[in-house]
């Protein structure tokens, strides 16, 4: 049993160690300055409100004159800003229990982020 923890314990280093260490040779990476890839970003909206919960934003867009929400992992947008997303999962008649409202539709997207 012993011998076992040892091999676990051994392998959790050497894990953690390869983990975060870059190949040599590689640049440091600046996690602030990270940009979230575009790739199935097909959607593209004018923010029209927005409101943030933990973990989400729920954005209020307006696309091809008509408005609609987004739910999105949390994301920096401000109103008049533009959008990308991917298409997401439409759902009708959410109700979300945190904003304690009803959407009639809305679209949970894996990836928003602001256009530049």
């Not at 923890?5 to 600046?30: Q, V």
């Not at 999962?89 to 959407?103: A, E, Q, V």
Request: proline share 5%; glycine share 4%; net charge neutral.
């Amino acid at each position: 049993m012993q011998a076992l923890l040892l091999i676990l314990a051994l392998s959790a280093t050497a894990f953690g160690a390869y983990a975060t260490e870059l190949p040599a040779g590689h640049p440091p990476i600046n996690k602030d300055k990270m940009v979230v890839p575009s790739v199935g970003l097909t959607q593209k909206a004018k923010v029209i409100s927005i409101i943030n919960v933990p973990q989400y934003t729920y954005i209020e867009i307006s696309q091809n004159n008509e408005s609609h929400w987004l739910a999105a992992p949390t994301v920096d947008v401000k109103k008049d800003d533009r959008v990308e997303f991917d298409e997401g999962m439409i759902m009708t008649d959410f109700y979300s229990k945190t904003l304690d409202r009803t959407f009639a539709n809305i679209a949970f997207v894996n990836h928003a982020v602001k256009s530049k």
